[in-house]
């Protein structure tokens, strides 16, 4: 890890749970999201993954974890799960479930434990590269870091 990087919640849990990473910096844009990174950091945007906040008709927060050039069907995710409903919740709720700003949501140190799902597809990579708890802040990890550390249950519900 670069001395020069911020330390946040998901870069301590990564150290804690021994996990070898690269902290990369870029510059940051708003609403760039996933492709403005890959830009930066010249890296394919399906291997940057995104780190999003749903809810069911419940209230019940989870994360998605996607590829970055893919959307999630909420249609798919709420029949996966057996619930109603599954929307992405306001930047405010993100916030409060994950003490992540959007744009710099990670699924590793959040505020609250959150289920974590994540698209399937993303096994099969060899590294990703994931938001490390700050806007313009990604680490580049291994993808069976990843499973190990979090153990998301895997869906497919890409589109």
Do not use: C, W
């Not at 050039?69 to 996966?80: C, E, G, M």
């Not at 313009?136 to 497919?156: E, N």
């Amino acid at each position: 890890m670069s001395s020069k990087a911020p330390m946040t919640p998901a870069l301590r849990q990564l150290t804690g749970a021994k996990v070898d990473f690269t902290v990369r910096a870029y510059a940051y844009e708003d609403k760039g999201g996933t492709s403005a990174a890959a830009r930066e950091l010249g890296v394919d945007e399906h291997q940057v993954i995104k780190t999003l906040v749903f809810e069911d008709e419940t209230g019940r927060p989870m994360l998605v974890l996607m590829h970055g050039d893919r959307q999630v069907s909420t249609k798919a995710l709420a029949r996966i799960l057996g619930v109603k409903t599954v929307q992405p919740v306001t930047p405010e709720k993100a916030f409060k479930h994950t003490g992540y700003q959007v744009g710099g949501i990670s699924p590793f140190g959040t505020r609250n434990p959150l289920t974590v799902l994540m698209e399937a597809g993303i096994a099969d990579l060899d590294e990703i590269y994931i938001n490390a708890g700050k806007r313009g802040l990604l680490v580049r990890m291994k993808t069976q870091d990843l499973i190990r550390v979090l153990k998301p249950q895997a869906v497919s519900a890409a589109v």
